[in-house]
């Protein structure tokens, strides 16, 4: 009985596993900020589809990207590292040719503190040098200039959140 526990134990994993379609991030405040959400990557033809909404943010643009480390535990966010960048390229927008893979730009907060973003990314992966599994995503407490190396000058980190994989659709 035992033997036959363990085999369904070790079996039960790759009934399940296939290629990862979606993954999730938490975005949980740095100190002494309240900003707050959720974001899902979704795989597509064209890229992983971003969907992000955000609270507790002060109106305007707020820079938003993925981190090297998948590290919240600074209290100031520090611990994610840089902007992701798996092909040493330089910082700019999200809709630029050369960028950091992590550049995601920015999202917008309404006059009640709420962003939205929802639009795919042609550079993030869920496989190879470009996955964005395990990694960090920051929101940032000033706009991304889209320009300055290597921040974007967006200024200090609000709310940080680890990507996981999460149930495919
Ligand atoms: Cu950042
Ligand atoms: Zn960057």
């Given at each position: 009985m035992r033997l036959a526990a363990i085999v369904f134990v070790l079996a039960a994993p790759t009934t399940l596993a296939g290629p990862v379609t979606r993954a999730a991030a938490t975005l949980q405040p740095t100190k002494d900020s309240k900003a707050q959400g959720t974001v899902t990557f979704t795989k597509t033809s064209g890229g992983v589809r971003v969907q992000a909404r955000i609270e507790g943010l002060t109106p305007g643009l707020h820079g938003f990207h993925i981190h090297e480390f998948g590290d919240c535990s600074a209290p100031d966010g520090s611990a994610a590292g840089s902007h992701f960048n798996p092909g040493a390229e330089p910082h700019?927008?999200?809709?630029?040719?050369?960028?950091?893979?992590?550049?995601?730009?920015?999202?917008?907060?309404?006059?009640?503190?709420?962003?939205?973003?929802?639009?795919?990314?042609?550079?993030?992966?869920?496989?190879?040098?470009?996955?964005?599994?395990?990694?960090?995503?920051?929101?940032h407490a000033n706009p991304d200039d889209l320009k300055t190396q290597p921040t974007g000058n967006a200024g200090g980190r609000l709310a940080c959140g680890v990507i996981g994989v999460a149930k495919g659709e």
């Amino acid at each position: 009985m035992r033997l036959a526990a363990i085999v369904f134990v070790l079996a039960a994993p790759t009934t399940l596993a296939g290629p990862v379609t979606r993954a999730a991030a938490t975005l949980q405040p740095t100190k002494d900020s309240k900003a707050q959400g959720t974001v899902t990557f979704t795989k597509t033809s064209g890229g992983v589809r971003v969907q992000a909404r955000i609270e507790g943010l002060t109106p305007g643009l707020h820079g938003f990207h993925i981190h090297e480390f998948g590290d919240c535990s600074a209290p100031d966010g520090s611990a994610a590292g840089s902007h992701f960048n798996p092909g040493a390229e330089p910082h700019a927008g999200r809709a630029d040719a050369a960028r950091h893979t992590g550049d995601l730009g920015n999202v917008e907060a309404d006059a009640t503190g709420v962003a939205s973003l929802d639009y795919v990314d042609a550079r993030s992966s869920f496989e190879g040098a470009s996955s964005i599994l395990g990694r960090g995503v920051i929101v940032h407490a000033n706009p991304d200039d889209l320009k300055t190396q290597p921040t974007g000058n967006a200024g200090g980190r609000l709310a940080c959140g680890v990507i996981g994989v999460a149930k495919g659709e």
